[in-house]
C-alpha cells in the first residue's frame, strides 16, 4: 500500500489560493490519486482524482508531476466554507476498498 | 436523488451490547464500504462488499461483522461493545467494486459506548 504524506494542518485568508501538497513516494504504476474533503461529523466528500499531469473540475485542480510521487490539492479563491479536512489518497482503482487508505488529512482553517 | 443514508444517527449503548448499523447505498451502487472514524483520525477501513458478497476486510476484530443485502443496502454488526468503540461509523457506497470514480459516504451514525 502506498502512503502518503501531508501537512496536518494549514492556515489561509479568504480568497487565496491554496495548495496542499501530499508526497507518495511509493506510489505504484496502477494507482491513481484521490483527494476527499471533510466536514465536521459528515462523511468525506469526492473533490478530485487523477493519475498524471493535471486534472481541473469546477472546485479544485490536481497537479501531479511527472515522476507521480507527490501531487498538489489547489483550492482557487477559498472561503470560510472550505475550513476543512482534506484526506489525500494513493491506490489502484481496479482494486478493492481496503487499497485506499486514509491518513489523518490536512486541517486547513480559512480565516477571515 | 437521494444520497447514502444511513441510521441511526445517533445511538449511546452500554458496554458489553450489541449494535446494528444501517446503511442505504445510493440507487445502482452496487459497492458498500464501511469505515470507523475516531476523532482526530482519519477513517479507517472496516468492510467492503459488492454484489451481496464481502471483498475486503480490515483490521478489526471478528466482534465486527456485516452483510449485503438483495437491494444491496447493508448492515454492520457489532457485538460485545467496548468503550474504544465509541466512534463516528461511515457508509460509503460506489457504481463499481473499486473506487474508480470515488466513493460517496453518508453523514455516518455516531456511537457512543458507556
Known amino acids: 500500500l502506498a502512503k502518503t504524506t501531508q501537512p496536518i494542518s494549514m492556515d489561509s485568508y479568504e480568497g487565496q489560493e491554496v495548495n496542499i501538497t501530499c508526497s507518495h513516494n511509493?506510489?505504484?504504476?496502477?494507482?491513481?490519486i484521490t483527494w476527499y474533503q471533510q466536514f465536521p461529523s459528515q462523511g468525506p466528500r469526492f473533490i478530485i482524482q487523477g493519475y498524471k499531469t493535471k486534472v481541473t473540475n469546477e472546485v479544485a485542480s490536481l497537479f501531479i508531476p511527472a515522476d507521480r510521487k507527490s501531487s498538489t490539492l489547489s483550492l482557487p479563491r477559498v472561503s470560510l466554507s472550505d475550513t476543512a479536512v482534506y484526506y489525500c489518497?494513493?491506490?489502484?482503482?481496479?482494486?478493492?476498498?481496503?487499497?485506499?487508505?486514509f491518513g489523518p488529512g490536512t486541517r486547513l482553517s480559512v480565516l477571515p | 436523488d437521494a444520497g447514502v443514508t444511513q441510521s441511526p444517527t445517533h445511538l449511546i449503548k452500554t458496554r458489553g451490547q450489541h449494535v446494528t448499523l444501517r446503511c442505504s447505498p445510493i440507487s445502482g451502487h452496487k459497492s458498500v464500504s464501511w469505515y470507523q472514524q475516531v476523532l482526530g483520525q482519519g477513517p479507517q477501513f472496516i468492510f467492503q462488499y459488492y454484489e451481496k458478497e464481502e471483498r475486503g476486510r480490515g483490521n478489526f476484530p471478528d466482534r465486527f461483522s456485516a452483510r449485503q443485502f438483495p437491494n444491496y443496502s447493508s448492515e454492520l454488526n457489532v457485538n460485545a461493545l467496548l468503550l474504544g468503540d465509541s466512534a463516528l461509523y461511515l457508509c460509503?457506497?460506489?457504481?463499481?467494486?473499486?473506487?474508480?470514480?470515488?466513493?460517496?459516504f453518508g453523514s455516518g451514525t455516531r456511537l457512543t459506548v458507556v
Open positions: 460509503a457506497s460506489s457504481l463499481a467494486h473499486s473506487g474508480a470514480y470515488g466513493y460517496t
Open positions: 489518497l494513493v491506490g489502484d482503482p481496479r482494486n478493492y476498498g481496503q487499497n485506499f487508505v
Open positions: 511509493n506510489i505504484a504504476t496502477n494507482d491513481y
